[in-house]
């Protein structure tokens, strides 16, 4: 069964970068039929898709939030990182980790991680 | 705001059949599939529908998905308490280079 879980700083100080990791076991982060995504959710709001990376080779990012989001993958430790920079009140969530199944015309996140609340305050 | 759109509420006694609603535009709904998430209280989404009307292992025949045009519909027969949680739509956009969510609408069994 596979498993995501979130881990990082859980309170982090405004203009400063907010980095998550995502630990997946169960199975590898180097398949080929598979990406991998970050998602947020602010306190009592909807989803938010933060960007999603293929293999260190291809990545996709919210154009919202392009500008300072950073998205990297370490196949020897099976796991996938996420960086925000410049971080403001706005970017208190909590942090979601993914897998995302994709093809053509069909994306969808099948295994989620239990979230990890980060809050933005100094 | 978000892209795809839903309303923010829906209700139904226990037995009914709701359907929520899910638009959206030529970009993502009118040329993807839709997906739909189910969030209990506390908890991280859950694939609840793929493919438009595609249901993962495990999850009952009372949730069923449809799609025509730009729009989406999740439908839930037989509504039980445990079917409270927050739903949300989801879909591919080409002009964003994607995921977009809808809203969410939260529903709650009187």
């Known amino acids: 069964q596979l498993q995501l879980q979130e881990s990082g700083p859980g309170l982090v100080k405004p203009s400063e970068t907010l980095s998550l990791t995502c630990t997946v076991s169960?199975?590898?982060?180097?398949?080929?039929?598979?990406?991998w995504g970050w998602i947020r959710q602010p306190p009592g709001k909807g989803l938010e898709w933060i960007g999603t990376?293929?293999?260190?080779?291809?990545?996709y990012y919210n154009p919202s939030l392009k500008s300072r989001v950073t998205i990297s993958v370490d196949t020897s430790k099976n796991q996938f990182s996420l960086k925000l920079s410049s971080v403001a009140a706005a970017d208190t969530a909590v942090y979601y980790c993914?897998?995302?199944?994709?093809?053509?015309?069909?994306?969808?996140?099948?295994?989620w991680g239990q979230g990890t609340l980060v809050t933005v305050s100094s | 705001q978000s892209v795809l759109t839903q309303p923010p509420s829906a209700s139904g006694t226990p037995g009914q059949r709701v359907t929520i609603s899910c638009s959206g535009s030529?970009?993502?709904?009118?040329?993807?599939?839709v997906n739909w998430y189910q969030q209990l209280p506390g908890t991280a989404p859950k694939l609840l529908i793929y493919?438009?009307?595609q249901r993962p292992s495990g999850v009952p025949d009372r949730f069923s998905g449809s799609k025509s045009g730009t729009s989406a519909s999740l439908a839930i027969s037989g509504l039980q308490s445990e079917d409270e949680a927050d739903y949300y739509c989801?879909?591919?956009?080409?002009?964003?280079?994607?995921?977009?969510f809808g809203g969410g609408t939260k529903l709650t069994v009187l």
């Open positions: 993914a897998r995302l199944m994709a093809t053509i015309s069909l994306s969808y996140f099948d295994y």
């Open positions: 169960g199975g590898s982060i180097s398949s080929s039929t598979y990406y």
């Open positions: 990376i293929y293999y260190s080779v291809s990545t």
């Open positions: 030529s970009s993502n709904i009118g040329s993807n599939f």
């Open positions: 493919s438009n009307n």
């Open positions: 989801a879909a591919w956009d080409d002009s964003l280079n994607g995921v977009v």
